[in-house]
């Protein structure tokens, strides 16, 4: 923003003052009729756009998140989501290393056709435990307190 501004650029509204850190979404199957892409199919080409802008930010994936949908609307080969929250939880610490944050998109909603689009992380509880196995590495939680502290 400086360099812009000192270069006189004045026509431009800015939403924020500066940017710590980059984000990305990340969605799988929306609706029961798509497909459920794998997360790397989803991720790589954004990540290493990501990883040009600015070569030392971290990355968060600002959103993400896959529906649940009964067996009989994808074909047997298609990624479930446990699998998927499990595949994507892993990958974002491994494949890819400046990502830092994830934040799951716990949303629910019903479709012109009076189906569900059921992408709560609750959505079932193999979904749950995929995620709960998932966060539990010390990456993600790290030193981070969820209880209070007693006074001294």
Same mark, same amino acid.
């Given at each position: 923003?400086?360099? =812009?501004?000192?270069?006189?650029? %004045? !026509? *431009?509204?800015?939403?924020?003052?500066?940017?710590?850190?980059?984000?990305?979404? =990340?969605?799988?199957? /929306?609706?029961?009729?798509?497909? !459920?892409?794998?997360?790397?199919?989803? =991720?790589?080409?954004?990540?290493? /756009?990501?990883?040009?802008?600015?070569?030392?930010?971290?990355?968060? *994936?600002?959103?993400?998140?896959?529906?649940?949908?009964?067996?009989?609307?994808?074909?047997?080969?298609?990624?479930?989501?446990?699998?998927?929250?499990?595949?994507?939880?892993?990958?974002?610490?491994?494949?890819?290393?400046?990502?830092? #944050?994830?934040?799951?998109?716990?949303?629910?909603?019903? !479709?012109?056709?009076?189906?569900? %689009?059921?992408?709560? =992380?609750?959505?079932?509880?193999?979904?749950? /435990?995929?995620?709960?196995?998932?966060?539990?590495?010390?990456?993600?939680?790290?030193?981070?307190?969820?209880? #209070?502290?007693?006074?001294?």
């Amino acid at each position: 923003m400086d360099r =812009v501004r000192a270069r006189g650029a %004045s !026509n *431009i509204k800015w939403m924020l003052d500066y940017v710590d850190w980059l984000g990305l979404s =990340v969605y799988g199957q /929306q609706y029961k009729d798509e497909p !459920n892409p794998d997360v790397p199919s989803l =991720v790589d080409w954004p990540y290493q /756009q990501m990883c040009r802008l600015d070569p030392n930010k971290p990355i968060m *994936i600002a959103e993400w998140a896959t529906g649940e949908f009964p067996l009989t609307t994808a074909p047997p080969s298609a990624i479930r989501k446990p699998a998927w929250i499990k595949q994507g939880l892993e990958l974002f610490r491994t494949r890819y290393p400046r990502i830092k #944050a994830a934040l799951y998109w716990h949303e629910r909603w019903q !479709n012109a056709d009076g189906s569900y %689009s059921n992408l709560r =992380v609750n959505s079932s509880v193999e979904s749950l /435990q995929a995620y709960r196995d998932g966060i539990a590495h010390p990456d993600w939680l790290g030193d981070l307190i969820l209880r #209070a502290i007693p006074k001294k």
